[in-house]
């Protein structure tokens, strides 16, 4: 257990539709990343959180929003799903800008878009 | 930019033979460097980091880089694989931005198969 905590695992949901990942981040943790992983794009960042605010973004698609909450977990927003969209996605935490520690990341969720 | 190319999708080895996977970066600036690695069906989990210290790492399991800034490589290496480290691996580059801003920029990465 690496001590962030994301749900649900599996989501099987059709295209137009809207999911929300949630994810806990480590304790002591501040930052949160989110990330994209499929076999076509492989690892592609989507976005980081510190302390609430947004901080950095990668290639996260307009349809996609992310937020921080006050107790530091945070949520992925999906809406309009595309077949495309079906991936892994992880979360990620760090203390604070990880760049010396590394990130430890969750088990992820695997989004399927039928 | 930052980024990192590894060398090979695919590499197949046989249990207790030499494992190599090849990483190179680029990087205007110094850069941090990370190898992860991720089972099946699991999330990456951290091997070994590079953070301007000493050139050769040691990670867990048995791992070890070289940061060769002459290169611009970090190539991960264990002196003989084990069945068990059949999985994906993934280099990673980070740079300082200051503040809490950052991003890790991940490789393609590269599965490992051990065979008998």
Same mark, same amino acid.
């Given at each position: 257990?690496?001590?962030?905590?994301?749900?649900?695992?599996?989501?099987?949901?059709?295209?137009?539709?809207?999911?929300?990942?949630?994810? &806990?981040?480590?304790? $002591? =943790?501040?930052?949160? !990343?989110?990330?994209?992983? @499929?076999?076509?794009? #492989?690892?592609?960042?989507?976005?980081?959180?510190?302390?609430?605010?947004?901080?950095?973004?990668?290639?996260?698609?307009?349809?996609?929003?992310?937020?921080?909450?006050?107790?530091?977990?945070?949520?992925?927003?999906?809406? &309009?799903?595309?077949? $495309? =969209?079906?991936?892994? !996605?992880?979360?990620?935490? @760090?203390?604070?800008? #990880?760049?010396?520690?590394?990130?430890?990341?969750?088990?992820?969720?695997?989004?399927?878009?039928? | 930019?930052?980024?990192?190319?590894?060398?090979?999708?695919?590499?197949?080895?046989?249990?207790?033979?030499?494992?190599?996977?090849?990483?190179?970066?680029?990087?205007?600036?110094?850069?941090?460097?990370?190898?992860?690695?991720?089972?099946?069906?699991?999330?990456?989990?951290?091997?070994?980091?590079?953070?301007?210290?000493?050139?050769?790492?040691?990670?867990?399991?048995?791992?070890?880089?070289?940061?060769?800034?002459?290169?611009?490589?970090?190539?991960?290496?264990?002196?003989?694989?084990?069945?068990?480290?059949?999985?994906?691996?993934?280099?990673?580059?980070?740079?300082?931005?200051?503040?809490?801003?950052?991003?890790?920029?991940?490789?393609?990465?590269?599965?490992?198969?051990?065979?008998?």
């Amino acid at each position: 257990d690496s001590g962030v905590t994301q749900t649900p695992k599996h989501l099987i949901t059709a295209t137009g539709q809207r999911v929300t990942l949630r994810c &806990s981040p480590r304790s $002591g =943790d501040l930052s949160v !990343y989110w990330y994209q992983q @499929s076999l076509d794009q #492989g690892l592609q960042f989507l976005i980081q959180y510190y302390n609430g605010e947004e901080r950095a973004k990668g290639n996260i698609l307009e349809r996609f929003s992310a937020q921080q909450f006050p107790d530091l977990h945070s949520e992925l927003n999906l809406s &309009s799903l595309e077949l $495309g =969209d079906s991936a892994l !996605y992880f979360c990620a935490s @760090s203390v604070a800008g #990880g760049v010396v520690d590394g990130y430890t990341f969750g088990s992820g969720t695997r989004l399927t878009v039928v | 930019a930052q980024s990192v190319t590894q060398l090979g999708s695919h590499v197949s080895v046989s249990e207790g033979a030499l494992v190599l996977l090849r990483c190179n970066y680029s990087s205007s600036v110094p850069p941090y460097l990370f190898w992860y690695v991720q089972y099946p069906n699991q999330g990456l989990q951290l091997l070994l980091k590079y953070t301007s210290a000493a050139t050769l790492v040691k990670g867990i399991n048995g791992f070890e880089a070289e940061f060769k800034k002459s290169e611009t490589s970090f190539h991960l290496t264990k002196p003989s694989a084990h069945m068990s480290d059949a999985a994906e691996y993934f280099c990673a580059v980070s740079v300082p931005r200051g503040g809490a801003t950052n991003k890790l920029i991940f490789g393609t990465g590269t599965l490992l198969a051990v065979q008998p």
